[in-house]
């Protein structure tokens, strides 16, 4: 079925699929309001949250105790996975993060695990995406199935260039969206990452790591033995060599977005993937990334040559200039 017939342009598609008011549907509502009230604070947003609990929690009752401005965007978020026979508990919360937050959930049996993890972003508000523009250069305005052209649409680059409410939904909605397509993608080319279950307008389910007791703890919290340093490297290598293959780099690599779990790794966090080609700056970015893991594992005891394999990988599959500037797309 194809989106031409229900939706007039992509924008409208958008809006419909993540729930957005457009710049000039916003217009008209401003005029309508007889007495507009002022921009709330984040304290009155928080106290909002807090008192609109009463609807979801009637419904849906969960083992975790969540702070009170936490459990409408909580529930809200994860709402949708409980419909869909995904999950039927959030047992705790296992992370917390400038973000988002991750939780265990226990999982509903016809999917054929146990538990699973839930990765909900904080409200825009509340969140910071540092540097997103940094990240983003060269990549696509992602839908939940689609990219938005944005030299095309006029009215999404307008939105992202002054900053509107529309525009950074937009941005969010990407971004997020990035983070599930990449951990799929990676998941099916054979990376050590998550397996991506399901994504929601402002939450992704992927596979767990660890058991009901504890999560895996992060390289930079974990005690590795000797014996397993090489080996440990080289997959972590392996992995960031896999995505610079496929025109990838993840953005934020280092100790502390790496789980470690009976002696394997996983690499996390993917919403700053870079693309390899298509950002200017993607040779920096490859370079401090392979730079943080090689200084824990210096730390440890195994030290390797951080220039000399990013200028290895560099070269073997990205082959540009990389003291380059690409001209902006928007």
């Known amino acids: 079925m194809t989106t031409d017939l229900y939706y007039t342009d992509e924008y409208d598609e958008y809006i419909d699929r993540f729930h957005l008011l457009g710049e000039e549907e916003k217009a008209q509502s401003r005029k309508l309001r007889a007495n507009r009230k002022p921009k709330k604070s984040d304290s009155q947003i928080i106290a909002a949250l807090a008192d ?29 996975f409980y419909d869909q026979g995904l999950i039927n508990d959030v047992l705790s919360q296992v992370k917390g993060g400038k973000e988002a937050n991750v939780y265990l959930c226990k999982a509903e049996p016809g999917t054929g695990l146990d538990l699973i993890a839930a990765k909900v972003y904080r409200p825009r508000q509340f969140r910071n995406l540092s540097n997103d523009r940094l990240y983003r250069e060269g990549r696509e305005l992602m839908t939940d199935d689609t990219s938005i052209n944005r030299r095309k649409d006029s009215r999404v680059t307008r939105a992202i260039k002054k900053k509107t409410e529309f525009g950074a939904e937009i941005l969010h909605s990407s971004w997020l969206m990035h983070e599930y397509g990449t951990l799929g993608r990676l998941h099916s080319l054979g990376a050590a990452v998550p397996k991506a279950i399901s994504c929601g307008e402002n939450a992704i389910l992927m596979s767990y790591v660890g058991d009901e007791r504890r999560a895996a703890p992060t390289l930079s919290e974990s005690r590795v033995d000797g014996h397993l340093l090489q080996p440990l490297f080289h997959e972590a290598m392996r992995n960031v060599e896999l995505m610079l293959q496929n025109g990838m780099i993840h953005g934020d690599l280092s100790a502390y977005n790496i789980l470690y779990w009976q002696e394997q790794i996983t690499l996390i966090d993917f919403p700053q993937v870079t693309n390899a080609i298509k950002n200017g700056s993607a040779y920096f970015i490859l370079k401090r990334d392979v730079q943080r893991v090689c200084e824990y594992f210096a730390r440890q005891g195994f030290a390797r040559d951080p220039l000399a394999i990013t200028e290895k990988l560099w070269w073997k599959y990205v082959g540009l200039d990389p003291v380059r500037k690409l001209e902006e797309d928007f």
């Open 52 to 80: 609109e609990t009463a609807g979801l929690e009637g419904g849906w009752k969960i083992s975790y105790t969540p702070a009170r401005f936490e459990t409408e965007w909580l529930l809200s978020s994860l709402q949708p």
